[in-house]
């Protein structure tokens, strides 16, 4: 089984997207955060660190598994 470069390529542009994703969201989040009833509040940043963590993990994994053949 070899690499994939497609997934490779997906991968790596999306290393450097996720940084950017995760500060607009950041501050969409700082934005309205005030605005929102408590219990919203606490499933938006729930939300937030739940997508955050997933993309991370899967961003690494991603690379790990591809470049190791896995």
């Given amino acids: 089984v ?3 470069l497609p997934l ?3 991968l790596y ?3 450097y997207y996720f940084p950017v ?3 607009a969201e950041g501050v969409m989040l700082q934005l309205k ?3 929102l ?3 919203y509040q606490f499933l ?3 939300a937030f660190l739940i997508l955050s963590l997933a993309e991370g993990s899967r961003l690494y994994l991603g ?3 591809n470049l190791q053949e896995k």
């Fill in 2 to 4: 070899l690499s994939s």
């Fill in 8 to 10: 490779q390529v997906m």
């Fill in 13 to 15: 542009f999306n290393v």
């Fill in 21 to 23: 994703w995760c500060l």
């Fill in 33 to 35: 955060y005030q605005l």
């Fill in 37 to 39: 009833p408590w219990h």
């Fill in 44 to 46: 938006l940043v729930t």
């Fill in 63 to 65: 690379y790990l598994g």
